[in-house]
């Protein structure tokens, strides 16, 4: 089984940064993708970013395009977000997922860690 565990979040004011980490378990990656989501009080889960295991290519949601970056240490099995130039409107929980195929839709995704609060004050 795959077990995901994430840690990082906490409170921060705008324009800070933040690291989440996201860390694999039971299981090897090489033929997965990795994705980040976040959901807001009374909003849709939605995609963040998401990086292959195999070849590393990513992709990311245009709302957060120049200011996160999706990143990955094979050898740790642990994928990490890079959130800089924070707003409040990033205010959610961040979940890590998993899935072989990938994509941007969080129903296609197969495991998933507990979450992390990302709070952004103004």
């Known amino acids: 089984q795959v077990q995901l565990v994430e840690s990082g979040g906490g409170l921060v004011q705008a324009g800070g940064s933040l690291r989440l980490s996201c860390a694999a378990s039971a299981r090897t990656f090489s033929s997965y993708v990795m994705g980040w989501f976040r959901q807001a009080p009374g909003k849709e889960r939605e995609f963040v970013a998401a990086i292959r295991w195999s070849g590393g290519s990513s992709s990311y949601a245009d709302s957060v395009k120049g200011r996160f970056t999706i990143s990955r240490d094979n050898a740790k099995n642990t994928v990490y977000l890079q959130m800089n130039s924070l707003k409040p409107e990033d205010t959610a929980v961040y979940y890590c997922?998993?899935?072989?195929?990938?994509?941007?839709?969080?129903?296609?995704?197969?495991?998933w860690g507990q979450g992390t609060q990302v709070t952004v004050s103004s």
């Open positions: 997922a998993a899935d072989a195929i990938g994509g941007r839709n969080f129903k296609t995704y197969d495991y």
